[in-house]
């Protein structure tokens, strides 16, 4: 199945996750990139759409959409790309590197209820969602530290453990979709 990544990162978390996909499934990648790139202006949901993607979208069975969730929201960028390009996606896969736990994903900043929130902009077109919590990659005595999760990016260095087997999981599972 021809497969396309495309990604927004801020901090690069994402941007990790989403070039190991694309390595591990030999696929391409391409960045979403907004008109305007300003984390404040996207928390205030200021709309002023993305620039024109390099690639035609039209030409990719599946799309593997990734990227944060700010505050247990979908954000602008991601936002824009769904909602643009929902008529043209065959497939969408959503994956995250986020904040929200496994244990906290349905409260109020969690992954599910972004989860939710795309598949219904998306409908019947998302298969799949995925989240890898930074958490995954912290020592324990930092799990709950803010300031550590803030601090913490997805590396070579830290993509071990837990992590490691939630994304062998994922990759598998997509391979088969």
Known sequence: MKTIVYFYSHKGSNRYLAHRIAKDLNCEIEEIKPRLSSQLLMLMKLNLGNRKLKTNIVNYERVILCGPIWMGQLI?????????????????????????????????????????????????????????????????????????FMKTHLNDQNFNGEIVEIYTKFIHTIKVL
Do not use: M, R, W
């Not at 960028?77 to 244990?103: A, E, M, W």
């Open 76 to 148: 602008v960028p991601l936002k824009n790309f769904v909602i643009k390009y929902n008529s043209k996606i065959n497939n969408l896969i959503f994956v995250t590197c986020c904040g929200s736990t496994f244990d906290k994903k349905d409260e109020k900043f969690g992954h599910n209820l972004v989860f939710n929130e795309l598949k219904t902009l998306s409908g019947t077109k998302c298969s799949h969602c995925e989240a890898f919590p930074i958490a995954l990659v912290l020592p324990d005595e930092q799990k709950e530290d803010s300031d550590a």
